[in-house]
């Protein structure tokens, strides 16, 4: 009996499964990215977008994975890098490029740029070895504490870090930061811990913190924090709805069918007093989350993790 029940719920199935179609209700209207307007230009950009940070120059956007990509708006110059290191520093980003160096980019043009680089590592190891020598009798806490001390007297005097300052700091590889004090700013290699420690302490009390002034400061953008969003739906057609499997499907876990739509969905867009609409599909409400300000007069948006900008002629 139980054959017989499943056969039939099978066929059941079976035969409501076939697919469901709809009709455009505005056959005119164009697809997405194009609009009905020939003055409003939609362009996409690039796929597969993670974070998204922005200023009034500028576009960084990480990758899944490890992935970083630059795009000036001003220069619209992209670059796009393998990089598990990224600090933004005074006018510049700070990766890591393919042979494992630091490399600055240009916030505007993304061209390369120096930074004063420093390392260290060997005038403390010549003072541990001085010390030991000297002070043969003494233990090995005792002469870190002692080098410790001097190493940092000295670093603070040839790079003039402000006394009972915290300068401004940005973590690289291990061992490695960007440090601004102010005045200057540099990378330092291969920091012994105790200068990292100077440099970089765990507590940092609000007053003792140098927060040097950036030239441009880049803003993180999280979905759903629009301004004056360009789009607005108006209309829907279901197009098709059919049965998909999922939930499952191994010997343990029943795999259950259930229906998915996808339609059209009708926006108008508004931007520099011109007008137009477009049809864009999807299985869900389109997202169109839009950079809130404008960079070089054009409009940054996201959609199913895609990058788009969109202009006036």
């Given at each position: ?20 179609k ?16 020939p ?10 977008i ?14 899944y ?35 494992g ?28 070895d ?26 603070s ?10 300068p ?20 330092v ?11 970089n ?10 927060l ?7 803003t993180?953008?999280e ?6 969003n ?11 709805k ?16 259930h ?21 864009i ?24 993790r895609q990058?788009?900008?969109?202009f006036?002629?």
């Amino acid at each position: 009996m139980n054959k017989y029940l499943f056969l039939g719920i099978f066929s059941i199935l079976l035969l409501s499964c076939k697919e469901e179609k709809g009709q455009d209700k505005y056959p005119d209207i164009p697809v997405f990215p194009a609009t009905s307007n020939p003055n409003i230009v939609i362009e996409p950009l690039v796929s597969d977008i993670d974070k998204i940070f922005y200023d009034d120059s500028a576009l960084v956007y990480t990758h899944y994975g490890d992935s970083i990509s630059f795009y000036s708006a001003q220069t619209g110059v992209s670059h796009s890098i393998k990089s598990r290191v990224f600090v933004y520093g005074d006018g510049f980003f700070i990766v890591e490029n393919k042979e494992g160096e630091y490399e600055l980019l240009n916030d505007i043009t993304l061209e390369k740029q120096e930074i004063k680089t420093i390392d260290e590592s060997a005038r403390y190891k010549r003072g541990e070895d001085s010390l030991r020598s000297i002070y043969a009798q003494k233990s090995d806490y005792e002469l870190n504490q002692i080098n410790d001390s001097l190493f940092i007297k000295y670093f603070s005097a040839k790079y003039n870090i402000p006394k009972d300052k915290i300068p401004f700091t940005g973590d690289l590889k291990k061992g490695d930061l960007y440090v601004h004090t102010g005045q200057d700013q540099f990378i330092v290699l291969n920091a012994p811990e105790s200068l990292d420690k100077f440099l970089n302490p765990l507590l940092q009390p609000t007053e003792k913190r140098i927060l040097p002034k950036f030239k441009r400061h880049f803003t993180p953008f999280e979905n759903g924090s629009l301004s004056k969003n360009i789009f607005e739906e108006y209309d829907y057609a279901m197009m098709s709805k059919f049965w998909v499997w999922g939930g499952g499907g191994n010997h343990f876990v029943l795999a259950i069918p259930h229906r998915v739509e996808a339609g059209y969905y009708y926006i108008n867009i508004s931007m520099n007093q011109q007008k137009g609409k477009f049809k864009i599909m999807s299985s869900g409400n389109p997202e169109f989350n839009t950079i809130p300000n404008k960079i070089n007069n054009q409009l940054y948006f996201v959609n199913n993790r895609q990058l788009y900008k969109v202009f006036t002629k």
